[in-house]
């Protein structure tokens, strides 16, 4: 478990890596190359922003962390938050830097996301949804927050379909290593 402590995923996110359980084993990853969602080109549908801007969903930052996180590691396929991860994560939720992005409807989480928030870079761990767009409707609040609050990083790790039609795109490692220091650099807050 000594390699899932704070002051080591911190290490390893700033050198560009994350950690996931596979089939068991805790593995250190640094794909290549890297997903990100630039914030100047999030794309999110005519239809959803008329969602966002319906409020159905009530929004929330961090009321539910650890709801969140089970959520994200409960799939029928399987997946790679394990206990361990799912511990590591809630101690770097106690230290402000892991965070959720929830949305509630009559009162229930209905989806959300979590990640960690290093300077201005915040690297997306999973999302889930309980309710259609759900999860879509927190990460357009995640952008609409990074963007307001001066991120230059939004790290989604792992190109997919879902990510793609919403801008991610797929750098160099090299060119991702260069916009992470950059981003680490900046002083700001995910929240206040």
Same mark, same amino acid.
């Given at each position: 478990?000594?390699? &899932?402590?704070?002051?080591?995923?911190?290490?390893?996110?700033?050198?560009?890596?994350?950690?996931?359980?596979?089939? =068991?084993?805790? /593995?250190?990853?640094? *794909?290549?190359? %890297?997903?990100?969602? *630039?914030?100047? @080109?999030?794309?999110?549908?005519?239809?959803?922003?008329?969602?966002?801007?319906?409020?159905?969903?009530?929004?929330?930052?961090?009321?539910?962390?650890?709801?969140?996180?089970?959520?994200?590691?409960? %799939? *029928?396929? /399987?997946?790679?938050?394990?206990?361990?991860?799912?511990?590591?994560?809630?101690?770097?939720?106690?230290?402000?830097? @892991?965070?959720?992005?929830?949305?509630?409807?009559?009162?229930?989480?209905? /989806? =959300? &996301?979590?990640?960690? @928030? &290093? /300077? =201005?870079?915040?690297?997306?761990?999973?999302?889930?949804? %309980? #309710?259609?767009?759900?999860?879509?409707?927190?990460?357009?609040?995640?952008?609409?927050?990074?963007?307001?609050? =001066?991120?230059?990083?939004?790290?989604?790790?792992?190109?997919?379909?879902?990510?793609?039609?919403?801008?991610? #795109?797929? #750098? *160099?490692?090299?060119?991702?290593?260069?916009?992470?220091?950059?981003? &680490?650099?900046?002083?700001?807050?995910?929240?206040?």
């Amino acid at each position: 478990m000594s390699e &899932l402590q704070p002051q080591v995923l911190i290490a390893a996110y700033c050198s560009g890596y994350f950690p996931m359980d596979v089939d =068991g084993e805790l /593995g250190w990853f640094s *794909p290549d190359p %890297r997903a990100v969602i *630039p914030l100047d @080109a999030f794309h999110a549908s005519h239809t959803l922003r008329q969602l966002y801007r319906a409020r159905r969903f009530d929004l929330r930052i961090n009321t539910a962390f650890s709801d969140v996180i089970r959520c994200c590691a409960d %799939r *029928p396929d /399987g997946t790679w938050i394990s206990p361990e991860i799912i511990t590591a994560y809630e101690r770097l939720h106690r230290c402000g830097l @892991a965070h959720s992005v929830e949305t509630w409807r009559d009162g229930c989480l209905a /989806g =959300g &996301l979590y990640g960690v @928030a &290093l /300077g =201005g870079a915040f690297f997306g761990e999973s999302m889930f949804h %309980r #309710v259609r767009d759900a999860s879509k409707i927190a990460l357009l609040a995640l952008v609409e927050r990074l963007n307001a609050r =001066g991120f230059r990083l939004l790290d989604t790790q792992w190109m997919t379909e879902h990510l793609r039609r919403f801008g991610a #795109v797929e #750098v *160099p490692r090299l060119e991702y290593l260069r916009i992470l220091r950059g981003a &680490l650099a900046r002083s700001v807050t995910f929240v206040d």
